[in-house]
Nanobody
């Protein structure tokens, strides 16, 4: 069982990145998927999530209108499209699986390794 986040990198302010969260050994569409991020020296915070049953989505206020979460069940992958990136979006981004779409880390049962996003000119 593995959950792998990828797609991070260095991008200029105003740029875009798409993060991927790929699962192996289990089927992602049975679970809610959450994206979280942790900036240096700060607590981990919820960014976005997508439910398992009806693909309802939820976003933190700080990313609403700029980030879009989606899933591709055929590829067993969830994406986080990040547009209009700001320096304050710099963080390690993690994906996790749980039962409910909620931006609360302890609600998630299994976490992938993170991918670093750096927004800087």
């Amino acid at each position: 069982v593995q959950l792998q986040a990828s797609g991070g990198g260095l991008v200029q302010p105003g740029g875009s990145l798409r993060l991927s969260c790929a699962a192996s050994g289990f089927t992602l569409d049975y679970y809610a998927i959450g994206w979280f991020r942790q900036a240096p020296g700060k607590e981990r915070k919820g960014v976005s999530c997508i439910s398992s049953s009806d693909d309802n989505t939820y976003y933190a206020d700080s990313v609403k209108g700029r980030f879009t979460i989606s899933r591709d069940n055929a590829k067993n992958t969830v994406y986080l499209q990040m547009n209009s990136l700001k320096p304050e979006d710099t963080a390690v981004y993690y994906c996790a699986i749980g039962l409910d779409c909620i931006l609360y880390g302890p609600a998630y049962d299994y976490w992938g390794q993170g991918t670093l996003v750096t927004v800087s000119s």
